[in-house]
C-alpha cells in the first residue's frame, strides 16, 4: 500500500493511478442538472445584498488578499450565507480527511467540506480546494479537490455523484464526481454578476444533498 497526500496529485496522475478520466462537454448530464437546478433557486432581496457587500471589497483588493484573507473576507462568509449548517449537516473547514482509493492510502487536510455532523463531520458530501491567489503556490487546487473527493467516493463504494469546487483567486469550479468520470465547470469569476450563479449553485448544491444523498 502507497501512501500519498493530496497536495502530491495534478489530474494527470489521478488519472492515471485511478483510471478515471475528465469529461469536457458542459452539457454532462450531472453538471448540467446542478447548474439547471441552481437557476431555480430563490435569492432573497436580503442574500442579494449580503453578496454585494461582501463582493465590494473583493473588488478592491480580493486578487492581493492571502488564502486566509480570501477565505475569511469573502469564501466562508458566502458560504454561511447559503445556510447549510443545520442540526444534521455542516460546513466544515481545515479537517483532516483518509481513505484507501485502489493502491493508495491518500490523506491531507480539506479546506472546506459539506457533511453530516454537528461538532465534526462525519459523512462527507462536498469537498472544497484552495484558497489561492494563483496554480504558483504549493500544489494544484483542482487535484486536491479531487483527490479528496475520490477518498469520500471509495468510502460511499460509489454508490452516489460526490461534489466539489476548488478555488484559485477570484475563480471558482464546480466539479461532479461519478463513477471513473469527472467534469469542471466553466469558470464563476466572483467579482462580476456571477457571484450570484455560484451562489445558486450552493443553494442547488444543499437541495441535493438533503434530497438526493442523505
Same mark, same amino acid.
Given at each position: 500500500?502507497?501512501?500519498?497526500?493530496?497536495?502530491?496529485?495534478?489530474?494527470?496522475?489521478?488519472?492515471?493511478?485511478?483510471?478515471?478520466?475528465?469529461?469536457?462537454?458542459?452539457?454532462?448530464?450531472?453538471?448540467?442538472?446542478?447548474?439547471?437546478?441552481?437557476?431555480?433557486?430563490?435569492?432573497?432581496?436580503?442574500?442579494?445584498?449580503?453578496?454585494?457587500?461582501?463582493?465590494?471589497?473583493?473588488?478592491?483588493?480580493?486578487?492581493?488578499?492571502?488564502?486566509?484573507?480570501?477565505?475569511?473576507?469573502?469564501?466562508?462568509?458566502?458560504?454561511?450565507?447559503?445556510?447549510?449548517?443545520?442540526?444534521?449537516?455542516?460546513?466544515?473547514? #481545515?479537517?483532516?480527511? *483518509?481513505?484507501?482509493? &485502489?493502491? %493508495?492510502?491518500?490523506?491531507? @487536510?480539506?479546506?472546506?467540506?459539506?457533511?453530516? !455532523?454537528?461538532?465534526?463531520?462525519?459523512?462527507?458530501?462536498?469537498?472544497?480546494?484552495?484558497?489561492?491567489?494563483?496554480?504558483?503556490?504549493?500544489?494544484?487546487?483542482?487535484?486536491?479537490?479531487?483527490?479528496?473527493?475520490?477518498?469520500?467516493?471509495?468510502? #460511499?463504494?460509489?454508490? *452516489?455523484?460526490?461534489? &466539489?469546487? %476548488?478555488?484559485?483567486?477570484? @475563480?471558482?469550479?464546480?466539479?461532479?464526481?461519478? !463513477?471513473?468520470?469527472?467534469?469542471?465547470?466553466?469558470?464563476?469569476?466572483?467579482?462580476?454578476?456571477?457571484?450570484?450563479?455560484?451562489?445558486?449553485?450552493?443553494?442547488?448544491?444543499?437541495?441535493?444533498?438533503?434530497?438526493?444523498?442523505?
Amino acid at each position: 500500500m502507497q501512501t500519498a497526500t493530496f497536495k502530491q496529485w495534478t489530474l494527470t496522475k489521478l488519472d492515471n493511478a485511478f483510471g478515471i478520466k475528465q469529461i469536457y462537454d458542459m452539457d454532462y448530464d450531472l453538471l448540467k442538472k446542478w447548474q439547471d437546478l441552481s437557476k431555480t433557486m430563490e435569492i432573497t432581496p436580503y442574500e442579494n445584498q449580503q453578496l454585494l457587500d461582501l463582493q465590494q471589497p473583493l473588488k478592491w483588493g480580493g486578487k492581493g488578499w492571502n488564502e486566509y484573507e480570501l477565505e475569511n473576507k469573502f469564501i466562508s462568509p458566502v458560504f454561511m450565507a447559503a445556510k447549510f449548517d443545520d442540526l444534521t449537516i455542516g460546513y466544515f473547514l #481545515e479537517r483532516p480527511l *483518509k481513505g484507501v482509493v &485502489g493502491d %493508495y492510502e491518500l490523506s491531507g @487536510i480539506v479546506d472546506g467540506m459539506i457533511a453530516t !455532523g454537528v461538532r465534526d463531520p462525519d459523512k462527507p458530501f462536498f469537498c472544497m480546494h484552495k484558497y489561492k491567489r494563483s496554480v504558483d503556490n504549493e500544489g494544484q487546487p483542482d487535484a486536491q479537490a479531487l483527490a479528496a473527493m475520490l477518498v469520500v467516493q471509495a468510502d #460511499e463504494n460509489g454508490r *452516489k455523484p460526490i461534489y &466539489g469546487l %476548488y478555488i484559485v483567486g477570484l @475563480i471558482w469550479n464546480f466539479i461532479v464526481l461519478n !463513477g471513473n468520470e469527472y467534469c469542471i465547470s466553466q469558470n464563476y469569476d466572483a467579482s462580476n454578476p456571477e457571484i450570484f450563479d455560484m451562489f445558486g449553485m450552493l443553494k442547488a448544491l444543499k437541495h441535493i444533498i438533503k434530497t438526493e444523498l442523505m
